[in-house]
């Protein structure tokens, strides 16, 4: 590959990483935090392709180098360096959903045993990972004959129906999903539909017999847009 | 593009490039409907997931061996390790704390101190050390075992003499010629103002070779991720040898970043300990990624002898750390 290549596919690839972090789509792969990162590693791509494209306009640079130095594999890898950029240019993929979450060996980790009081009012917003946690480990019954409301994604497993959220520590490679089986009078759902339940956990729901996924008697489902950070932290 | 005087048509690899983006950009119906399959739309995302999580870090990894090639001459690397390559490697080991981050900053940055003159060996133990050892995993293995401090000082233990052992090995029996020749050949002098050039000419040259197989290394870990049947982990409560088999095999395939696969190993809370233990002490020594990187850095010959040897001492030594620091397999 000569260098000249090199250097447009390194500003492509850069570009690629300032879009994904300037419209928001890094947050199907990556954790909030990560977009100064990307922006910075994008700066820096951008910079060096630039930087290498001046110094062999000038003639200073070691023009010849990338053709003849290396020989197989060495010299055709940089083509690799496309396909992130005709993925993410072509298709951008989804964050992960169904399909992910049946493919997780996902046990639930107790983070806490002590829960501060519910937020107050009317079916207060849970993140469902704290949902699960309390409905597992919570000794204080704070989710008791409370209702609350959950945002997640439709999973199908068997003839039930499932609300789920992934929680991504770094990126999407190790998500871990968190599921409440839903009770109740439930309209039709397809896989991977975003929704937003109220509901009441079913008290002794979330058991090792369960592999801790409480269940909840829903009261009420309203399908919602995907929201712009599709994972919990 | 040519450089003699009299122009004719050639085909060059900007020609080549032109052609797979209109071919790219007319196959995007197709491109579109294969993504319809859940399945590779998983592969997909977790393939994207992986290089836009780890270019930040091979970037940082790149400037920084440009920063070592420009302004750190080899005499200041040779005054700054001890003279004997034994004791030079927990040297290079230790100083694997500084690097905050994941295990692809570290390749180019091993890479660029064999350039350097540093021994082979050391150069090795840093690269193993850095990604395990460094404060922001060591607080991240914290925050992902609340109940379990212990964890985190038998993964410094296990991780350092992975490290150490390896270098040490690599030492007595390892040879030079093991390690491709681009990997050895220093940077240009740099001096005054040249300096600068020295560095950006450096990083790029870095980054488009290891890039190329960081990518390589994602497309395997994604693979890899729809194919380890879900089901495994369930079968493996009661068994600690096929336990700890399961998880070094993992560590393997999944290529977690360093940073987050404390997290992963929380979460298989039906597993004991020990086996969690080999999982974050072999993960950032050799993974998929790391193998495909250190294959286009320092040449196949050494990958294929480096990532099995790596792979048998990182799961003693993590059994090891296990048995002394979490007393037993808990």
Known sequence: ?233 | MTTTAVPRPRVTSLHVFCVVLVLAILARPLVTDALSAPVLRTAATVFVAVCVQALPFLVLGVLLSGAIAAFVSPAALRRALPARPAAAVPVAGVAGLVLPGCECASVPVARRLIGQGVPDAAALAFLLAAPAVNPIVLVATAVAFPGEPRMVAARFVGSLATACVTGWLWQRVGRAEWIAARARRAAPTATGRNRWAVLAETARHDLVAAGGFLVLGALAAATLAVLVPPRWMAALAGQLLLAIAVMAVLAVALALCSEADAFVAASLSMLPLLPRLVFLVVGPAVDVKLIALQAGTFGRAFALRFAPVTFAVAVLCAVGAGVLVLGGVR
Do not use: K
């Not at chain 1, 928001?24 to 922006?39: A, C, E, M, N, Q």
């Not at chain 1, 062999?56 to 083509?79: F, L, N, T, Y």
């Not at chain 1, 690799?80 to 639930?108: E, F, N």
């Not at chain 1, 339940?197 to 995907?226: C, D, H, I, K, N």
């Open chain 1, 1 to 233: 590959m000569s260098r000249d290549t090199q250097h447009v596919l390194l500003a492509l690839l850069g570009g690629a990483l300032l879009r994904i972090a300037a419209d928001g789509t890094y947050l199907r792969y990556v954790r909030p935090d990560h977009r100064w990162l990307l922006i910075t590693a994008g700066v820096a791509m951008v910079v060096l392709a630039v930087v290498g494209i001046v110094a062999d306009r000038r003639g200073d640079g070691h023009r010849d180098h990338g053709e003849h130095d290396h020989g197989g594999a060495e010299r055709r890898a940089p083509w690799l360096l496309l396909a992130p950029v005709l993925v993410l240019a072509l298709v951008a993929p989804p964050a992960l959903g169904a399909d992910a979450v049946a493919r997780s060996p996902g046990a639930v980790v107790r983070d806490a045993d002590v829960f501060a009081p519910l937020p107050p009012g009317d079916a207060p917003a849970l993140p469902v990972a704290e949902f699960v946690q309390r409905a597992a480990w919570d000794s204080t019954g704070s989710l008791d004959g409370r209702e609350v409301s959950l945002t997640g994604f439709v999973v199908r497993h068997g003839a039930a129906t499932e609300l789920a959220r992934m929680s991504i520590a770094c990126c999407a490679a190790d998500a871990r999903p968190h599921r409440v089986r839903l009770a109740g009078d439930l309209p039709a759902l397809p896989a991977d539909t975003w929704i937003r339940v109220r509901g009441v956990l079913q008290g002794g729901s979330a058991t090792t017999a369960t592999g801790y996924v409480p269940a909840m008697t829903v009261t009420g489902v309203e399908v919602v847009a995907a929201p712009p950070d599709p994972y919990e932290y």
